[in-house]
């Protein structure tokens, strides 16, 4: 996914005045798995190998974005945002997860992968199409110690909301087993776009 962001952005350049592509890498802590170290490796190595010449503005992860609260290790920054016109980077939460962000979630549990959902000025949701996954799908009614536990990587560092947005995920699967029958109609995707207002708007196909 790096790579198709690199390309993406050179696409968007439009052969203009000359620049440099800056790389913000933010995440990651000491957790005791250590999953964000090796995620971070692997985002480094890709960085790495990639041909066009990247330049490393800001880096904080691992160590430089991790605390301990009562002997338990916690992120201190969970997201960021940036100021697109004076380029200031300041930690943000996101209370709006953007349109179908349940069906986004279903989909992750199936295909165990992140997707760009961002093309030609549109939000494009899809098309998905899965097969009911009953080792994912028994968790709907688990307590949620059960589901915190056996759905994270780091099942003391999520937030309140964790247990419900996994339910409604699963949700999704259950009541879709077909989703190219009622979620994606003849195979389209769902299209939203801003409109005048700045909400996200389904496209009707």
């Not at 990639?50 to 430089?64: G, Q, R």
């Not at 953007?98 to 030609?120: H, K, L, M, W, Y």
């Not at 003391?156 to 996994?166: R, S, V």
């Amino acid at each position: 996914m790096i790579c198709d962001m690199v390309k993406r952005t050179k696409k968007l350049s439009h052969g203009g005045p000359d620049g440099r592509m800056e790389v913000i890498l933010v995440g990651g802590f000491l957790d005791d798995r250590a999953l964000s170290k090796q995620l971070t490796l692997e985002v480094i190595r890709t960085l790495i190998n990639i041909n066009d010449s990247l330049y490393l503005t800001v880096a904080c992860f691992s160590d430089m974005n991790d605390m301990v609260r009562d002997g338990v290790h916690f992120p201190i920054i969970y997201g960021i945002a940036v100021e697109i016109k004076t380029g200031e980077l300041f930690p943000a939460t996101f209370n709006d997860k953007g349109p179908d962000a349940n069906i986004r979630s279903a989909a992750t549990f199936v295909f165990n992968e992140v997707r760009e959902i961002f093309t030609d000025g549109f939000l494009r949701i899809g098309p998905f199409d899965w097969s009911p996954n009953h080792a994912i799908i028994q968790y709907v009614n688990a307590p949620d110690s059960v589901i915190r536990q056996h759905l994270s990587t780091s099942p003391e560092q999520e937030p309140p909301y964790f247990e419900q947005h996994i339910r409604q995920s699963i949700t999704v699967l259950l009541d879709h087993p077909q989703p190219l029958l009622t979620l994606f109609p003849n195979g389209h995707p769902r299209l939203y776009y801003r409109n005048s207002t700045k909400n996200w708007t389904l496209l009707d196909n």
